[in-house]
């Protein structure tokens, strides 16, 4: 390779172009229609998502996690691919309910409930709810005979960005008491389930929890057992290259082949799904010189659409709109977003060419847990949705 090649790899490298896969002209064609902030929710991207994860994990039936994105138009075309979907609260019953989808299709996994959340979920068709302790069992005593209920259990994951069995989930040890108090009851336990965190980098956790649960369930085998629920975790990229999903689920299919025959697998896909489906479009509205960097004040930030920032832990790709010259000049920058507080800044120290009030900016991966948390803080509204089928180069992106 001669030195400029070379040179031109490397600028590549440090300053790659983050939007090379979208269809620059239909994002301009979005631009010229609608104004920023805005979201672009991609319905190609949603089946190609979840194809993918269906894909790695052949025979597990998928519930979509509503809580990480319940824009309608993503869970109406999730139905249309055969998925199933995640419940836990009643605002998501309603929601799901309102757009045809039945009881039947769905899980209620919230491991705390209020009465009337059990009840409106029974209306609804929806039999199967997920516990994890003594209190929660005893609401379910005069529902014998109508529920069948997951014990979800605890498994502890330092490789999760996010470790959601802090807060829920029973010890091992725990499990037979939990399972004696429903069959005493008249109440039927029918699976297990955990989740050992979002954004997993690793499979490993997953799959350690894969065979502790199959070994409580050879155990305990005076319980009929029906689904193993081995919840998200699924990750995708942000800023850092995760594994491919393929490569993630090898050693858990090789875990769930030691499955007693005749057990369901579950599991409940949110971030994998929805994140890649959706980017931000926002404007530079302001621009200030402050010491050595240059600051970009935009139409959306971590109070809104970059709300993840916060909530989720995520750093999401941002670049221009404008195609960036990688041999071009790079200045120290900062983006923030527009409200009246300190903390609403979207990136520090991000290098980017000069830019100008009126520029248009791209954010990455911004489906999952975004709009979800976002506020109206200062009064500024969230950002509007556009559905669209395709924004991906096909020359680029492979489908």
Known sequence: MDKQSIVEQFAEESHPDVLQQFDRASLEELVAKHET???????????????????ALPGVKLFYALKSLSHPELIKRLKTLGCNFDLATIGEVELVESLGITGD?????????????????????????????????????????????????SFRSKQAVVDLSRKFGCTLEELPVLVDMAQSNGID?????????????????????????????????NVKWKFLDIGGSFPVSYQEEVMPIADFCVPVMEALAELPEGI???????????????????????????????????????????SGQMFDHAKYPIAPLKPVDPMGEFYPSVLAGPTCDSIDVVAEDIE??????????????????????ATEFNYYPKPKVVVVEDIFDPETQAL
């Open 37 to 55: 902030p805005f979201m672009v929710l991609d319905l190609e991207e949603v089946d190609y998502q979840y194809k993918s994860l269906q894909a």
């Open 105 to 153: 299709q769905c899980i209620h996994t919230h491991p705390i409930k209020k009465d009337k959340e059990i009840k409106r979920a029974l209306e609804f068709g929806n039999k199967r709810f997920v516990v994890d302790n003594i209190e929660e069992m005893k609401k379910f005593y005069k529902y014998a005979g109508q529920v069948e209920l997951i014990i979800r259990v």
């Open 189 to 221: 336990v029918v699976g297990l389930s955990f989740h050992v965190g979002s954004q997993s980098i690793s499979p490993v956790t997953q799959v350690n929890a894969i065979r502790s649960s199959i070994a409580a369930m050879k155990v305990m085998n």
């Open 264 to 306: 369901e697998i579950f599991a409940e896909p949110g971030r994998f799904i929805s994140a890649p489906s959706m980017i931000e479009v926002v404007s530079i509205v302001g621009k200030a010189k402050r010491g050595a960097r240059t600051w970009y004040y935009l139409d959306d930030g971590v109070y809104g659409g970059f």
């Open 352 to 373: 980017l060419p000069e830019m100008e009030v009126g520029d248009i900016l791209i954010g990455k991966q911004m489906g999952a847990y975004t709009l979800a948390s």
